[in-house]
């Protein structure tokens, strides 16, 4: 499967006048079928895990802000492989257009239960130099705008929402890391999706920065 040629040219506008893209049908739905598949046997086999925030030794739970649980995709799988292969050409398109210098993809399955959420929150932070360009794809068919859950868009002020974005199958929410903060509201029903970042190098001699 390949990207959009055409979408692929107002993403990159988009980012650069914006910040934000909402990309509908950017992934067949036979793809995002299959990684929905994964994601309800991860759940059945209890191997989705309450998420956190911040990383590393600063992790921590914290259900007034989110409540999604997750678990991280290794490329084990067919569809696995085939999403990180679209995403390593999105990145290449990225990095061709805008210089961005994206090093490295990471991503994980969310799974929201009903009444879960995430509040207004924004990916990165600026001088950590990591997550650079933030992506959601959706993985949830027949979506009613009555379910919830929606990809609430803020305005680089925080607070004039700039658009809200139903978690349709197939669609990919793309953003400026540092500068977009968003929230997801909460769902009436499952609501699945693989949350993912492009990263820049931030290693330097002394500090390795670990993906997570
Ligand atoms: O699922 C979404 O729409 C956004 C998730 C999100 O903001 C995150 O995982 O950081
Ligand atoms: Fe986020």
Same mark, same amino acid.
């Given at each position: ?24 049908? =950017? ?51 067919? =569809? ?133």
């Amino acid at each position: 499967m390949t990207l959009n040629p055409d979408a692929l040219e107002h993403l990159l506008d988009n980012l650069v006048e914006k910040g934000w893209y909402e990309w509908p049908q =950017a992934i067949s739905s036979s793809l995002c079928l299959a990684l929905l598949n994964e994601v309800m046997l991860a759940e059945e086999n209890g191997k989705l895990k309450k998420a956190g925030i911040g990383r590393g030794d600063e992790q921590q739970l914290n259900r007034d802000i989110r409540r999604d649980q997750i678990r991280w995709l290794n490329g084990e799988s067919a =569809a696995q492989a085939e999403f990180f292969c679209i995403m390593a050409a999105l990145q290449q398109e990225i990095n061709r257009a805008l210089f961005m210098g994206l090093f490295e993809y990471e991503a994980h399955y969310a799974l929201y239960q009903p009444g879960d959420f995430y509040k207004k929150h924004l990916d990165s932070f600026q001088g950590q130099a990591n997550r650079m360009v933030s992506t959601v794809l959706y993985l949830n068919p027949d979506w009613q705008a009555e379910n919830g859950g929606e990809l609430v868009i803020y305005a680089k002020d925080g607070q004039t929402i700039e658009a809200t974005i139903i978690p349709s199958i197939g669609k990919l929410a793309i953003f400026l890391s540092e500068e977009i903060p968003h929230e997801v509201l909460p769902t009436q029903l499952p609501r699945a999706s693989i949350a993912g970042w492009f990263r820049c190098n931030s290693s330097t001699a002394n500090l390795v920065n670990p993906a997570r």
